[in-house]
């Protein structure tokens, strides 16, 4: 999705290839500055401009009352079945087709307010019900908004607001006259009731809540350093010619010590796969959520009850506030490019949202600037050189790129825009497809009017409408926003929220990481990779915390690693993966596998063994058994074609699992297990996988026992693979006290919650969300009273 759809790419390369031989050779060698004056000219409009316009009908943004009104019917439908959650998401699908302020939009939240009503979400029913009545919500269906507002407000303890409301229904229903209907003999009936509870409550008002929990965290211990900001003082700002830009510890860090804390200069949300349908059925409404309708556009918060954007049905917000703010900034110039954007991918999406952001004369003024420069960006080596003599006779930061003069380094644009583009790296081709795709985008907000909204004119001074030529203005933004899709490739840094996966209903939730945004962090770019790295990041909305994961002694590189780590896969695919960053990794594991012959962990962990004594398998492309006495060999095609059917007996299990057939998973499992003991070792990752799976249809069955033993297994796997002290680790351990806290296992449940405590707190922080449930149900277990105790 970072990439523009398949047909694009391709559409694009048949032009690439039917250029003269003379033209590619002059575009593979050029500046972006040159790229864009020789390319602006090969969208043709009839041809690729045409074909583009073609695939953006598939990708669905604009507002449509058919799928409104589908959307309503769909929530209406479920809502009978009592299925409020997936309701009230099927209201905000509806919403979002809407018109504001017409009386369909405030009957979707009206519908919506129900729903919640019945999750119990009673605060978030009262803004819908504000927002239902703020949008013209009908009249005559008001006196039942009027007693859920009510029924809310009592639930909420806020009894003179309740009876207030109440109060407002009364006169309502009594100026509409005596009406005889069912419909209205209810709501009377409904409104005595309420009466008598608001009554029932003011007579025994319940004794005051105590103010929850005595978790007084200390706050974390945070130096802001001078020179970079969001940094901790604890880091300094290095240049070398060997590593470029990099952040080392001026001093010693402990592990789980906060060492950056940075707001995204950008970020976009990911849309989910359906939001380009495969086949032209045009009719078929996707009833899938998607990312997209789940967290908030702008601060990417998750949503309850989003607030559609006023002109597109694809952006979402958590409040009023976000999709003001949003509009403001960015959105009054996307919002008519949504199918466009969509189809391009979310590397042009950020692009054109930087600049937004940027504004024009802060981004025409860096253009401006990189064009005295461009002389040197051709020679990289010299420009180097150049500057570590620069910054050795300076000894400061001044000197290093994206620094202002003062020597600091910010979370600015001019940082982002001095993140390294690569341009002479990337293929020729590649580069071809990002400007014609950003020429696109330049081409459709000039055609739509906007060119005045991107360059903060006065829409007075209204450019004239050409379907030509690029205004020399527009051609700076697409010249910066070239150089941001180039510079993305190595600089994208994924938002992540941990997701919960499967049914969601059963009582042990399952989460996994999940890419909710792609951004740029400029402060967190400073950081190279390594495949061991010594660090974690963790996100909160749009907000990035770096932590120390082990001790780092001072003097030592800080590392975060982009996505290959060393745990995960063996050297060669790390470098393979490596390569779109345009370098070859030298960190301790890569060296150690590389030079020293080390074996990777993964190799050694996910290896098979023998079927016949179960002694460790060896060799390439015919395994031999270790064991001399043995003897046996198998081709390592067999032993694979073995693996994968065994990984799609595990993947049947899961869905007789999610069709709640638990006795059938269960079997199944076993059956898995018994073949996998037979070729693979006993610590390769699918045995723990396994005993996971295991351990999550025991829980749906509400037998504890047998779900903590199992997840014990799975524990010592995922250990043994990552380190006792990782991420996963503590994850598994999450996981662990649900389980051990839902059996009422106490002790075992307080144990387990203190490391899973000990080690989430390191990666994660003393305030995530996941350390806060672990504290309720450590303050829920001691409140148990003693009889359950002792029992235990
Ligand atoms: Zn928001
Ligand atoms: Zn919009
Ligand atoms: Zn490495
Ligand atoms: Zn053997």
Redesign the pocket.
């Known amino acids: 999705m970072a990439l523009p759809v398949e047909e694009w790419r391709l559409c694009v390369a048949r032009r690439w290839a039917a250029l003269e031989p003379a033209l590619r050779e002059r575009l593979a060698a050029a500046s972006l500055h040159d790229t864009l004056r020789l390319g602006c000219g090969l969208l043709r409009p009839e041809a690729e401009a045409a074909a583009l316009r073609r695939l953006c009908r598939r990708a669905r943004a604009d507002k449509e009352p058919a799928a409104a009104r589908f959307y309503r019917e769909e929530g209406n439908r479920l809502f009978g079945r009592r299925h409020y959650g997936a309701a009230a998401k099927l209201y905000s699908q509806a919403a979002s087709h809407e018109l504001p302020g017409s009386p369909e939009v405030s009957v979707c939240f009206a519908n919506r307010s129900a729903a919640l009503f019945h999750l119990g979400h009673f605060e978030v029913c009262l803004e819908d019900i504000a927002r239902a009545e703020s949008h013209g919500y009908p009249d005559r269906l008001l006196p039942k908004v009027l007693l859920r507002k009510a029924e809310c407000l009592l639930c909420l303890g806020r009894l003179q607001d309740a009876a207030d409301s109440l109060g407002v229904a009364e006169n309502k229903m009594a100026m509409d006259g005596i009406v005889t209907s069912p419909t209205h003999q209810t709501l009377l009936k409904k409104l005595s009731q309420l009466k008598s509870k608001i009554r029932e409550k003011e007579s025994c008002p319940e004794p005051a809540r105590e103010a929850c929990g005595d978790i007084q965290r200390k706050s974390e211990i945070w130096e802001e350093n001078d020179s970079i900001s969001g940094a901790s003082s604890s880091l300094s700002l290095n240049f070398d010619r060997e590593r470029g830009r990099h952040l080392v510890a001026s001093q010693d860090i402990l592990p789980g010590q906060s060492l950056l804390k940075e707001e995204a200069f950008v970020s976009v949300l990911c849309p989910g796969e359906s939001h380009l349908l495969q086949d032209s059925s045009e009719t078929a409404w996707d009833t899938r959520v998607t990312n997209a309708d789940l967290y908030c556009h702008c601060c990417l918060r998750q949503l309850l009850a989003s607030v559609p ?1 006023r ?2 049905s ?2 979402k917000y958590c409040s009023q506030n976000c999709a003001d703010v949003a509009w403001e900034q960015y ?1 009054r110039t996307e ?1 008519s490019l ?1 199918a466009l954007l969509l189809t391009l991918g979310v590397f042009c999406h950020v692009a054109l949202r930087t600049v937004l952001l940027a504004g024009f004369a802060e981004v025409s003024r860096l253009v401006e600037w990189s064009h005295d420069g461009d002389k040197d960006l051709h020679n990289p080596e010299a420009r180097c050189k150049h500057l570590s003599e620069a910054l050795d006779t300076r000894a400061g930061t001044r000197g290093i790129p994206g620094c202002n003069d003062d020597g600091q380094y910010q979370s600015s644009y001019q940082a982002v825009f001095n993140l390294l583009p690569h341009a002479e790296k990337h293929s020729p081709e590649h580069k071809f497809l990002c400007m014609l795709s950003v020429v696109a985008i330049c081409k459709q907000l000039q055609e739509a009017g906007l060119e005045a909204t991107v360059l903060n004119q006065e829409s007075s001074e209204k450019c004239e409408k050409t379907s030509g030529e690029l205004s020399p203005e527009l051609k700076t933004m697409a010249e910066a926003m070239l150089r941001h899709v180039l510079q993305l490739q190595c600089n994208a840094q994924a938002i992540t929220v941990m997701q919960e996966s499967g049914s969601g209903d059963g009582a042990v939730v399952n989460k996994k990481p999940v890419r909710l945004a792609t951004a740029f962090f400029p402060v967190l770019s400073l950081l190279n990779h390594s495949c061991c790295p010594n660090i974690s990041v963790s996100f909160s909305g749009t907000a990035a915390t770096v932590r120390a994961s082990q001790p780092i002694p001072s003097g030592q590189e800080i590392f975060h690693c982009y996505g290959p780590h060393r745990c995960r896969m063996g050297v060669a695919e790390r470098q393979q993966l490596l390569s779109q960053y345009f370098f070859e990794c030298r960190c301790q594991a890569c060296l150690d596998e590389l030079e020293s012959g080390v074996k990777s962990v993964v190799s050694v962990r996910n290896s098979f063994c023998c079927p016949s004594c179960r002694a460790p398998m060896q060799g390439e492309d015919v395994l031999c058994c270790s064991n001399e006495a043995c003897a046996i060999s198998v081709s390592r095609e067999s032993l694979s074609h073995r693996l994968r059917d065994l990984q799609q007996q595990m993947k049947t299990a899961l869905e007789l699992l999610r069709a709640r057939e638990a006795d059938q998973a269960i079997k199944m499992l076993l059956k898995c297990q018994m073949d996998a003991g037979n070729f693979l070792s006993p610590e390769h990752l699918l045995m723990g996988e396994m005993e996971d799976h295991l351990a999550q249809v025991y829980a749906t069955l509400g037998k504890w026992q047998e779900a903590a033993r199992h997840l014990e297994r799975s524990i010592e796997i995922v250990k043994m693979h990552h380190g006792p002290s990782s991420i996963e680790t503590g994850h598994e351990l999450f996981k662990l006290a649900q389980i051990l806290f839902n059996g009422f296992a106490v002790s075992e449940a307080l144990s387990t919650i203190q490391r899973a405590e000990e080690i989430l707190s390191v990666h994660c922080g003393p305030q995530s969300t996941q350390i806060q449930e672990l504290e309720e149900m450590k303050t829920c277990l001691s409140e148990l009273p003693r009889s359950i105790l002792q029992r235990t």
């Open positions: 954007c002109g597109c694809y952006a959105h919002c949504g």
